[in-house]
């Protein structure tokens, strides 16, 4: 047991130095980014009744882990406000791979792949969007959620129970977290177990009372739309190309991928059959030599891609974060389950050439500056305490985005 909580503090440890090397005004500092400032806090710091804030509905749904955070945020001096939003954001961020770690051996994997996957996590698409945020809560949940579903069952009941509040946090915080009930119905069919049993119907019950708010409430402006190819387009793009060739190479596949030229046609259909050819088939062979885990990851990470999209604004990275390391994961368990040694290798290859690539070029991209840098929250906290008006504005992250506040 010290072994194994040694190990997770120091992929904790480790995660917040790299975190905090390349974004050291976001993990130092803190920053509101984007909806929790200018439409949570805001509108909490206005609202009398506390159960108005922890019920709040964003696009229609029940964001509870947003809401929590946010409400705790406004426990302490505004000029902290910050700090809680984004250490939660980033305990959370990091809370997969730390669990991944402090079970690595109940999984069968080694230390190294560990490590590695939570390195390369740092690179995947939209990692830099949603670092430490608490409007990104949803996302990381969902990758809490795949973690729990690829863990074996916690032995203590302490831990049993952990699990299931998680899970159901996770359920009642955006929808990411539902398109893993499938996956979560799987294993407790195939496993026969009762604690299997009883995660699938947190999860499924959460999943229902989320439906049920989206059928009441609508989505406002937000279109759900099924669309095949855009699916395959974007996943080509943003869940193969972007991470491992980088953005240069993402943009002429989006170029080549969106053309309407007719004299490029033929080659861009050639090219989405390739493309997603390849990616079946590597899931295919992952999914036949793995075991129930390795499957159920593949087929969440599927329903991710699939049903995320179609409820997308726009194909941004946060959409294929969730189902990038479901697939990471499941290759690295197919590799154990199988004693393949071909497997093995490329995972270790595949994480390896990611975080080789992010390291080399991502801090170079528009991205990273776009999403690691912004303006200084109390700065901005101080030059609007100056202000004699009765509302002022703070200017928050990213750039354009800001949220008012009454005078005390």
């Given at each position: ?148 579903f690829a863990l074996p069952i916690p032995a203590t009941t302490s831990g049993r129970v952990g699990t299931r509040a998680l899970l159901l946090l996770a359920g009642l915080t955006g929808v990411p977290s539902a398109f893993w009930v499938p996956s979560y119905a799987l294993r407790a069919y195939i496993d026969k177990d009762r604690e299997r049993a009883i995660q699938f119907g947190i999860l499924a019950f959460a999943a229902a009372v989320q439906g049920g ?160 840098a912004g303006p200084s929250w109390r700065e901005e906290v101080q030059s609007a305490r100056d202000s004699t008006c009765t509302t002022y504005k703070i200017n928050i992250w990213p750039t354009g985005w800001s949220m008012e506040l009454r005078h005390?």
């Amino acid at each position: 047991m010290k072994q194994r909580m040694c190990l997770a503090g120091a992929v904790a440890a480790g995660l917040w130095l790299v975190w905090a090397l390349l974004a050291p005004q976001v993990l130092l500092y803190g920053r509101f980014w984007a909806e929790e400032g200018s439409l949570f806090f805001q509108t909490f710091s206005a609202s009398p009744l506390v159960l108005d804030d922890l019920l709040f509905l964003h696009w229609g749904h029940l964001h509870l882990a947003t809401n929590l955070t946010v409400f705790a945020s406004l426990l302490v001096p505004l000029e902290d406000a910050p700090l809680v939003t984004t250490y939660i954001g980033f305990l959370f961020q990091i809370a997969p791979f730390v669990l991944i770690a402090a079970n690595h051996e109940r999984l069968g994997v080694t230390v190294l792949p560990v490590v590695l996957l939570g390195l390369a996590s740092i690179w995947l698409s939209g990692s830099f969007e949603i670092l430490a945020s608490a409007t990104n809560l949803q996302w990381h949940l969902a990758v809490l959620t795949l973690v729990f579903f690829a863990l074996p069952i916690p032995a203590t009941t302490s831990g049993r129970v952990g699990t299931r509040a998680l899970l159901l946090l996770a359920g009642l915080t955006g929808v990411p977290s539902a398109f893993w009930v499938p996956s979560y119905a799987l294993r407790a069919y195939i496993d026969k177990d009762r604690e299997r049993a009883i995660q699938f119907g947190i999860l499924a019950f959460a999943a229902a009372v989320q439906g049920g708010l989206i059928l009441a409430n609508g989505t406002g402006s937000r279109p759900i739309k099924l669309d095949l190819e855009g699916t395959a387009t974007w996943t080509i793009i943003q869940f193969a190309v972007s991470p491992l060739l980088g953005d240069t190479a993402a943009d002429m596949a989006s170029r080549l991928l969106m053309t309407t030229k007719s004299q490029f046609q033929g080659l861009k259909w050639i090219a989405m059959f390739v493309a997603t050819g390849a990616i079946a088939a590597a899931m295919a062979l992952i999914a036949y030599r793995g075991q129930v885990a390795a499957r159920g990851l593949l087929l969440g990470a599927v329903l991710s891609l699939a049903l995320g999209l179609a409820g997308s604004l726009a194909p941004a990275g946060r959409y294929f974060y969730a189902a990038q390391v479901a697939v990471l994961l499941a290759l690295l368990l197919a590799g154990v389950d199988s004693n393949m040694r071909g497997l093995r290798t490329a995972g270790f290859g595949l994480l390896i050439v990611l975080i080789l690539r992010g390291f080399m070029l991502g801090p170079s991209s528009e991205a990273f500056a776009e999403y690691t840098a912004g303006p200084s929250w109390r700065e901005e906290v101080q030059s609007a305490r100056d202000s004699t008006c009765t509302t002022y504005k703070i200017n928050i992250w990213p750039t354009g985005w800001s949220m008012e506040l009454r005078h005390e």
